[in-house]
């Protein structure tokens, strides 16, 4: 039975002692049950204080993004190896704004997936199409590629503990939700491209989630799909009482 992961992703959003104040609201009241994983991934200036306030709770606190390398001339940047040492315990990887903004390729999202499970770092790798791709059907097609090249290399038992989600680039801060149907067949021929690279029992393990506007109004619909097994989410996650509304989807 595959849990669901609730990940806020807070973006480039808040200050010190509004990520203390979110805290210092939820510590105590999200539920350490076997069927829901609540994350928070937050700018790296909030990431100890993070750690700490949370330390003995459920909450696990993630990273947005991280370099490859362990160290070195990268100005700027910040390792897997300052990530581990802080406590955190996730990292997204590969979000469309990263490789729209950023010029991140599959080929660095490779990278970056590998250095994560060398510093035993969960990464929750981001694919999703523009809305080009989609109306010109090439929704199923770019996705296999871009899940076939982030996992290239890695074991059997790496890739059973990836999270995949599945963002939609059109679903993305626009209030348009992929429908649920829509967003479970993707996520399902994701599990099936595991599959072929794998086995059944790897892509069975595999937490899939959706993101693209998901708010406590359409998170129970989401999750109650079949190979939808958690969230990654923006704007709703950046309040404590919507953030907790969606972790308590979760345990359902
Ligand atoms: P929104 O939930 O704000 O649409 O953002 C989704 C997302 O990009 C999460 O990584």
Redesign the pocket.
Known sequence: MRKNVI?A?W?MNKVLSEANQFADAVVNKVPADEHVEAVV?APFPFLPALVEKTKGSPIKIGA?NMHYEESGAFTGEVSPVMLKDLGVTHV?IG???RRAYFAETDEMVNKKTHAAFNHNLLPVI?VGETLEQREANETMNHIETQVQKALKGLSNAQTASVII?Y?PIW?????K?ASSEDANEVCTHIRNVMKKITSEEVAEKVVIQY?????PANVDELLAQSDIDG???????LEPDSFLKLVEAGTK
């Open positions: 990940a992703n973006k991934c947005q997204v979000h469309s704004e981001c989600a963002e679903a993305i801060g626009t209030g939700t993101g693209g506007s998901v708010k969230a990654l989410v923006g704007g709703a996650s």
